[in-house]
Every structure is written in C-alpha cells, then in structure tokens.
C-alpha cells in the first residue's frame, strides 16, 4: 500500500522555524515528483514547492521564495520541508504529496498520492 505520512506541524511564533517531514512506504521516492502544499482557511489548496525526480530542480512559490527549503533523503525514503521566517500568512494545513512523473508541478491534480495533512499555526 503505498502511503505518505507527515509530521512536523505545530504552532509557532512569528519569525520562527518548523520542519516537516513526509515518510513515504510502499514505494520508492527516487522515482517520484513530490511536493509540498499549503491550505489556509477559506482558501484553495496552493502549491509551495517540489523537486522532479528527473534532474532533482525546485519550484518555488514567490510567497516562499529564500524561507522555505524543500529536501529529499532517499536512503530513508523522506521528505522534508524546511520552512523559516514563518508569518501569520504561513498558517494552514500542509500537505505533502508524490506522482510517478520525471517533472514535478505546482499544481495539485498532477499528484496521485498525498499525506494526511498537518496543522501549522503562525500566532503571537
């Protein structure tokens, strides 16, 4: 069964870091396009960021663009979303995500398997 599992979520003051993780079983991430996204309350499902498979490049979104840094250890078939001078505007749900394809892409419907969503809370 092939499974994505998250972790990392939590509350956090403004300017502060938080580091997500996402275990992947049942598959092996080296062949896979992954990606993180983030959905704040009332709002569409966004993506934040993600690396092909193919040549290993990111995509960043400008609203993240040098304070998130998305990773990948295949030897413990995890991925990882380093996130750093968080705002309130960073709150929501993220989700990570994996597709058998060489590219990776912003867009949430190229993606076949995802996580179970983890709450991260900016607050003062």
């Known amino acids: 069964q092939l499974q994505l599992v998250e972790s990392g979520g939590g509350f956090v003051q403004p300017g502060g870091s938080l580091r997500l993780s996402c275990a992947a079983s049942g598959f092996t991430l080296d062949k896979y396009a992954i990606g993180w996204f983030r959905q704040a309350p009332g709002k569409e499902r966004e993506g934040l960021s993600c690396i092909s498979s193919s040549d290993g490049s990111t995509y960043y979104a400008d609203s993240v663009k040098g304070r998130f840094t998305v990773s990948i250890d295949n030897a413990k078939n995890t991925f990882y979303l380093q996130m750093n001078s968080l705002k309130p505007e960073d709150t929501g749900v993220y989700y990570c995500?994996?597709?058998?394809?060489?590219?990776?892409?912003?867009?949430?419907?190229?993606?076949?398997?995802w996580g179970q969503g983890t709450q991260v809370t900016v607050s003062a």
């Open positions: 995500a994996a597709d058998a394809a060489s590219y990776c892409s912003r867009y949430r419907r190229q993606y076949d398997y």
